[in-house]
Structure formats: structure tokens, C-alpha cells
């Protein structure tokens, strides 16, 4: 018998030994492999918590599919020769097709961790994949695939079918979703190398992702047979829509790289661009975010940051002065405003004590005497306003016990006799 009626017979088999009195050994030894399998994988779970690794997070989605299919094929190799196991030959299958759904979506949702469109996916995933395994076991699936085969059309000089098409995406999908596993691996081990750079560990990232889907896909069309000058007409294209229509985008794209390798911008930065001010919170290949104290976030497009004149506050190290102005009456004594506007700022836990604070006398103003108090912070992204307004509170209080009067624009109007 050919290999086109082999799964036919197999359901016939099954359907034969369903009116057999013993075919509920069968259902036992199926029962008793799928539980065995459900207690193990329960095992699995009670001992690996969830987010404690790739590998473990792994096991825990496949180890229900994976045991069940080693119990049953170690049931098979058994029983084999005492009693006919069509059923569990059946049950063979459909835990490999489960292995396999769970396998796909536990990669794609490694590579795209914030997807929610992923549940969806794994229906989908799941349906097509079962879909064809029906296919498979009924004997419908060479007559579908000689039906696909029939439609063919041409790609440049090459005719292809609708099932190499077909076959050509899912070989795709599925060597881009190792591809992505690979970069997944290679992104934790990247992260978690302390003597490299940030910024290089997220080219590093970026570039391997972006190399190994490439890849992927080239070999996977090769697999499938697709003749790759195929591709020259759309290469082509898509070079001439680059080199037009695509100016400022394939812009960002090489400015974000620039960015990341020379290092000018990295994570937690506070910078300026224009009137946009905040901390680097991320960099993308496209734009790089600044949140502000105040809770904003500008989405800044790389080529704006390569082009410009950026304020990197925290460029080469993170101490910055700040500095407040308050105006103390002429008759005041200047050296106790001046001691206690000295020792408020070094009272403070986070003025730095090297460079001490100083106070200037930045002013003989109309109506006061302008003293300038400047200190130094090493932690700008704790903030700026609120440690300055901390000192002002304080000058406040300690000038109001010490009795320095703060005085405030006066006119005299004099009115003459006669005039």
C-alpha cells in the first residue's frame, strides 16, 4: 500500500478497533499517559517559577507535549506486540502539533515580548497547523497539495505554484521565528555583560537581530527552491522608493545607529533639543524618548539629534550647578546672610561637598542687595526644581529667625506745597 493511503488506514484501523471489546485498553493506556504527563507537568510548574529564565519558561509550555509524547511512544514500543494501539498512534500527532504551537508562540513572544495581537496569533497557529494534520489523516492532503500545485504564475523569469508559495511562507516563518530565538539568546547574554557599553550591547542586539533575519529568510527561500535574482525587480524598487520616498526614515535609521555607536546619547542622559528637555529613557533605530520631571515624553527623531545643537547635561560626568537669587534689605548684615545661605545649601543631602556651595553679591539693585547662592548635585534626574525650591524654603526660614529682612519695590511720592 502507498504512502497516500497510509493515514487513511489508519483511521479505518482506529474505526475497527472502536467496535473491539478491548479497545478500551487502549483509552487506559492513553488516559494513563496523558494524566502521567499532566502530574509531571505539574511537577515542572510547582518547581520552575514563572520569568526565571528562557529555558525554564520553555519547559514549562512544552513539557506537558513533549512527556506526553515520549510516554505514549514508550507505550507503543511496549504494548506493540500484546494489542493493537491505533489510538495512541493517533494521540502521536496531535501532542507533536501541540509541541509545535506552543514552541512558535513561546518564541514569538520572547521576540515580541509587548505584542498583544500574539493571542490571536496562537489561534491561528494552532488552527492551521491542526487543520493540515486533518488533512494529513483523512488522505485529503497529496489531492489539496496536487490542487495548489496546479495554479501557477511567473515571478520575474521563474514559475512558481501556489504551494511552493504556501510552503516558501511557512518555511520563512518559521526560520525567521528561530532566527528570533537565537537573537532572543543572544540579547540576554548581551544584557547581562556589565563591562560592555549600553549603547554598544543595543547595536550589538539590533544588528544581530536584523543579520539573522536576513538570513533566515535567504535560506529559507533558498530551501524552498526560489531562484533569488528573482528578487532583483523588487530589490530594485524598493532601493529607488529608499533613495526618494523613504529620505527622512532611512535618515533616523542611520542617525540612531551613529548615536549608539559614538555614545554621545545614552540612557538617563539629561539633554535639551530646542525647548525639549528630559532624561533619555530610550533609543530606538528611529527616534530616542526624553521624559520630563513633569511626567511629559518627546519622542525626538534621531535626525533631529545628530543635526542639531543638543544641551547633554550629563555628558561627560553627572554634577551640574544650580544656583538661586534672593535680595536682602541695604542695612542687612551681608556675612550672617551669606553664612546662612552657605550653610542651608550644605545642610541639604544632596549639595556636594566638593565643590562647596558659594555665595556672590550679584547686585546693588534699587531696592535690595542681590546675593546669588550657587551648589553643585551629582544627581540631576532626581530633579532640579524641587531641591531648589527646598533651599529657597529653608533661606526663607533661616532668614525670618535671624531677622534679614527680604524687602520688596517701594516708590516714595512726595507731594510739594504749591506745586
Known sequence: MNEKSQALRLINDLLDDVRDPGFIWQVVALVACIGSALLIARWWHSR?????????????????????????????????SFMRLNLLKLAMPLLGSLALVRG????????????????????IIAVTVWGWLALYITDLAPFVIDAMESVQFHVGKQQVDLWTVLRGIATIFLTVVFALWIAGVIEARLM??????????????????????????????????????????????????????????????VSGFIILLDRSIRIGNIVQVGSDSGEVTQITTRYTVLKHPGGSEYIVPNETLIGSTVQNQTYSNTRIRLATSVGVAYDSDLDLACRLMTEVAQAHPRAMDDPAPKVFLAQFADSAINLELGFWIDDPEEGKGNIVSDVNFAIWRAFKEHGIAIPFPQREVRLIPGA
Open 48 to 80: 520552575h517559577e514563572e520569568g526565571a529564565g528562557r529555558l525554564s519558561d520553555a519547559g514549562a509550555r512544552l513539557v506537558f507535549p513533549l512527556t506526553g509524547m515520549l510516554l505514549t511512544g514508550v507505550a507503543l514500543g511496549t504494548l506493540g
Open 192 to 253: 547581562r555583560v556589565q563591562t560592555l557599553d549600553a549603547n554598544l550591547r543595543i547595536v550589538g542586539v539590533r544588528v544581530a537581530k536584523a543579520a539573522l533575519t536576513v538570513v533566515a529568510i535567504l535560506t529559507s527561500l533558498a530551501l524552498v527552491g526560489i531562484d533569488m535574482t528573482a528578487l532583483s525587480v523588487f530589490t530594485g524598487a524598493l532601493g529607488v522608493g529608499l533613495g526618494f520616498g523613504l529620505q527622512k526614515i532611512a535618515s533616523n535609521y
Open 104 to 123: 512558535v508562540v513561546f518564541v514569538l513572544r520572547q521576540a515580541f515580548p509587548r505584542a498583544t495581537w500574539l493571542t490571536a496569533w496562537e489561534r
